[in-house]
């Protein structure tokens, strides 16, 4: 599936911003779909992911320890957009934010952390910049 990324943009401290994943010509139906970040200088970091389908795990998801409670991810009702609903940004949030997905598997911790190479289908990303 083809992944296309967009919402990413400049905002100060504490704001919001609303990241989207749109899946061209198709849909996420049983798919994971997870968003990853990139800041310059450190290595990919997994941000949080979603199990789409009606099957065994839908609708389940994953979060960094350092989103939880400020990060939400969620999925259009015709499947075909993934969103990550951003609160309370923060410096450290400065990243290209990049999605990715997979048919037919379950969303984890451990596909995000340890096995993110199971993801074959990468956008190609969009900047998030958190500065005063």
């Known amino acids: 599936v083809q992944l296309v990324e967009s919402g990413g943009e400049s905002v100060h401290p504490g704001g919001s911003l609303r990241l989207s994943c749109t899946a061209r010509k198709s849909t996420f139906n049983d798919h994971a779909i997870g968003w990853f970040r990139q800041a310059p200088g450190k290595e990919r970091e997994a941000v949080s992911c979603?199990?789409?389908?009606?099957?065994?795990?839908?609708?389940?998801?994953f979060y960094a320890d350092s989103v939880k409670g400020r990060f939400t991810i969620s999925i259009s009702d015709n499947e075909d957009t993934v969103y990550l609903h951003m609160d309370s940004l923060k410096s450290e949030d400065t990243a290209l934010y990049t999605c990715?997905?997979?048919?037919?598997?379950?969303?984890?911790?451990?596909?995000?952390?340890?096995?993110?190479?199971?993801?074959?289908?990468w956008g190609p990303g969009t900047q998030v910049t958190v500065s005063s």
């Open positions: 990715a997905a997979e048919e037919f598997y379950i969303c984890s911790g451990y596909i995000m952390k340890s096995t993110p190479q199971i993801f074959t289908s």
């Open positions: 979603i199990s789409t389908g009606r099957g065994v795990g839908a609708g389940r998801t």
